[in-house]
């Protein structure tokens, strides 16, 4: 399995605070890679990082074997970055099916292309009987797999999804699971951000394990789960 993204080395400073302290992982290509680890750890920033929005403080970060550190969102949107945010930024006035058009026209000027690939999405994300619907009126869940099917109208490569489970019922989990599952299906990549591990922990290939910025633990979910050093973290928290 060949890498998509590699990590190398990176370190995220605020001031004097180090968000993200030298971390290196990487993303196979079809690969789902969970990355978890408590509250203030560093999860966010590294998504911000990877996604455009923070330029590193040190260190590289590569897609398909370009560098991609430092490039601004819409350049890592076009190299096959895509990402959703952890409070869904959603058009609440507009359709379901206009909040995934933006997406689309930012591939295709045309909006009949655009809508019928909006269509498309909105059905792969289960929510196509709700198309016309403005997305403010949505529940959470629904409004998340919006979310998602925005950023796959950007056509990623690697899709960072941010705590696309949290609050929700189990049932709405298990529906998050199945689009994540899907999405991978597709050959798209996944990194995700979670709390909700009983979530992430069935269909990760790996997990990445952050804690005070740095990464003390990459493996399967058999062998974090049995980390030491993560039960140690998950307990102190
Ligand atoms: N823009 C910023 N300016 C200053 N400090 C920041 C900024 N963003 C994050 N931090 C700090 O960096 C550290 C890591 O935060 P981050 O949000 O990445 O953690 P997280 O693991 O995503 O947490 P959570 O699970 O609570 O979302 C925290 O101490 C946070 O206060």
Do not use: W
Request: hydrophobic share 45%.
């Amino acid at each position: 399995m060949s890498t998509l993204l590699e990590v190398k080395n990176v370190t995220k400073r605020f001031g004097g605070l180090v968000a993200n302290d030298d971390v290196s992982f990487s993303v196979g290509r079809g690969q789902i890679v969970g990355l978890i680890g408590p509250n203030g750890a560093g999860k966010t920033t590294m998504f911000n990082c990877v996604a455009g929005y923070f330029a590193p403080t040190q260190g590289e970060i590569l897609l398909d074997g370009q560098a991609v550190h430092g490039l601004p969102p819409e350049r890592c949107a076009q190299v096959g970055i895509g990402r959703t945010f952890q409070v869904a930024r959603t058009f609440t006035s507009m359709t379901a099916c206009e909040n995934v058009m933006v997406g689309a026209l930012m591939l295709s000027r045309n909006t009949a292309i655009a809508r019928s690939k909006a269509m498309e999405l909105l059905e792969f994300v289960g929510l196509a009987r709700h198309a016309d619907r403005a997305a403010g009126t949505l529940t959470v869940s629904e409004q998340r797999r919006l979310a998602v099917a925005r950023a796959l109208a950007l056509k990623p490569k690697l899709l960072l999804m941010d705590e696309v489970m949290a609050g929700l019922n189990p049932t709405e989990v298990r529906e998050a699971v199945d689009v994540v599952l899907k999405i991978r299906g597709q050959g798209i990549s996944c990194l995700i951000v979670e709390h909700v591990l009983e979530g992430i922990m069935p269909i990760a290939d790996r997990i990445v394990v952050l804690d005070y910025g740095k990464k003390i633990a990459d493996g399967t979910p058999a062998q974090v789960s049995q980390d030491e050093r993560v039960i140690a973290a998950y307990l102190g928290e």
